[in-house]
């Protein structure tokens, strides 16, 4: 967090007795002040305004009293009274059996000041449990916008103190999430931590939006694909608010790499999705990728190439084990081809040589270099590839994940493939119905990979970029 790299105030501690409600309303007690806040208003950025509407000592008077149980909306079963302590209350609140909980919570604060505003740095024990807040306030919402940016926090979910802490003490596990915006499809990941810190998948899937359709010849990413993937990204990043994810990081690769008017795309899907992509580079792609596949299959310290097709460009990392040796992006796509060679119809064999002598010659990088003892594919090509070949109706990551492809099958697929348009390749069992215009520009591609390095055979991935930057980003499976 790049809070630590500013001055702050001398940390302070202090003692909090919190109030919680079932509807998420609360009520602090600190310094033997009784603080009452209530929730005014949310912009679209998700900041919230809380306005305090009472901070009265103990004893409490009647009217306090009565502004307490307003507060957490809980109806007296008999007339208040005044002179109220602390201990009074919570026996009043649970008296009434009202469903509030009592937390108790000590607190080391930090303060600083980041473009204007008050940042505070926690570090909490709540009935037990630790935690790390960070809290960021300012009568000005751009200010607030900014400091957020400035600390590195862009994608993290912005949550009441009062939320975060039930959260805490129910031991809701954590959850963060990816979403991908590649040239073909939009991913979208939602891992989750337990409490021994293991991860576990909580939602995964993919929409396939074509946003890099007509590019090859355009050079610009058209109105109707950028629709199509900001309706996508809208429905992920609500998925992820729903399900109480703590941070999204979402990114994006080779379109908005290589698009005229990708500046001009990143704006809107800001503006209608309330998310900034970050753009990666084809060297992060490759790297973050060979990590969900390390992390993923645990290889032995033999040479290992692992590889990625997406729709506009392939990764290839390089490495023994867990060490990366090369890695490197070739703009070699599905989406390309597709376009190049008309692919997404029925081709006669004469095409399909012709796009495989164009993909060698663009993969010239590739010749010349040692046969790898293992070589690892993973993307949509690869994954539907793998689907075809187990006949999977419905997709199973477990089946796939470990899979083994062998050349004849990805060879028995491209005839397939190249018999049928892309509508009569919906009916085929396992490819997902939006993935034929594609399937054999992707097949060609992995196959003339296979070729270039020697190997007959390849070992399938379901792991993929989003889930090397949920590893990279929030911490190692």
């Known amino acids: 967090m790049r809070i630590a790299e500013r001055s702050g105030s001398v940390p302070a501690e202090s003692d909090e007795t919190y109030f919680l409600s079932a509807d998420g309303d609360n009520v602090k007690v600190r310094d033997a002040l009784v603080d009452v806040k209530v929730l005014r208003d949310v912009n679209p950025a998700g900041l919230e305004q809380?306005?305090?509407?009472?901070?009265?000592?103990?004893?409490?008077?009647?009217?306090?009293?009565?502004?307490?149980?307003?507060?957490?909306?809980?109806?007296?079963?008999?007339?208040?009274?005044?002179?109220?302590?602390?201990?009074?209350l919570v026996e009043l609140l649970e008296r009434e059996g009202s469903g509030v909980r009592v937390v108790r919570v000590h607190k080391r604060r930090t303060r600083y000041k980041v473009e204007d505003c008050m940042a505070e740095l926690s570090d909490i024990a709540a009935n037990g449990k630790a935690t790390r807040t960070m809290a960021v306030e300012s009568e000005n919402a751009d200010a607030v916008v900014r400091a957020v940016e400035a600390l590195g926090l862009r994608g993290y979910a912005n949550m009441s103190y009062p939320r975060g802490l039930a959260m805490l003490i129910d031991d809701v596990p954590e959850r963060y999430a990816a979403i991908d915006v590649g040239t073909n499809s939009v991913k979208f990941h939602i891992a989750e931590r337990d409490l021994a810190g293991s991860w576990r998948t909580y939602a995964d899937r993919a929409e396939v939006t074509r946003l890099?359709?007509?590019?090859a010849t355009t050079k610009r990413i058209g109105e109707a694909a950028l629709q199509r993937t900001i309706a996508a990204i809208s429905d992920m990043a609500t998925e992820a608010k729903a399900k109480d994810v703590r941070a999204t990081v979402t990114v994006g690769t080779a379109a908005f790499r290589l698009a005229a008017n990708a500046s001009e795309a990143l704006a809107a899907i800001r503006k209608h999705c309330g998310v900034q992509i970050e753009i990666l580079s084809g060297d992060d792609e490759a790297r973050l990728a060979y990590l969900a596949t390390i992390a993923a299959l645990d290889?032995?310290?033999?040479?290992?190439?692992?590889?990625?097709?997406?729709?506009?460009?392939?990764?290839?990392?390089?490495?023994?084990?867990?060490s990366i040796d090369e890695r490197f992006s070739v703009d070699v796509g599905a989406v390309r081809l597709t376009d190049r060679f008309n692919l997404d119809r029925a081709v006669s064999e004469q095409v399909v040589r012709e796009a495989m002598a164009a993909i060698s010659n663009d993969l010239a990088r590739l010749d010349g270099r040692s046969t790898p003892d293992c070589l690892v594919g993973m993307g949509g090509a690869v994954t539907s590839i793998t689907a075809v070949s187990l006949g999977l109706a419905d997709y199973d990551p477990d089946l796939v994940q470990g899979a083994i492809v062998t050349a004849a099958e990805i060879d028995r697929q491209i005839a397939l493939y190249?018999?049928?348009?892309?509508?009569?390749?919906?009916?085929?069992t396992g490819l997902q119905p939006n993935r034929g215009a594609v399937i054999l520009a992707g097949a060609c591609i992995v196959r003339t990979i296979l070729e270039k390095l020697g190997q007959d055979r390849l070992t399938v991935s379901d792991r993929g970029l989003r889930h090397g930057l949920i590893a990279e980003r929030f911490g190692q499976s």
């Not at 809980?74 to 109220?84: C, F, K, M, W």
């Not at 033999?302 to 290839?316: L, N, P």
């Open 212 to 215: 890099g359709d007509g590019m």
């Open 299 to 322: 290889p032995a310290t033999s040479a290992i190439v692992v590889f990625d097709t997406g729709g506009g460009s392939s990764q290839f990392t390089f490495g023994h084990g867990t």
């Open 418 to 428: 190249r018999s049928l348009t892309a509508e009569d390749r919906r009916s085929i």
């Open 50 to 88: 809380w306005a305090p509407v009472m901070k009265a000592p103990f004893p409490l008077s009647t009217v306090d009293v009565a502004k307490v149980m307003d507060a957490l909306r809980v109806t007296p079963g008999a007339p208040l009274r005044g002179g109220y302590g602390l201990q009074e």
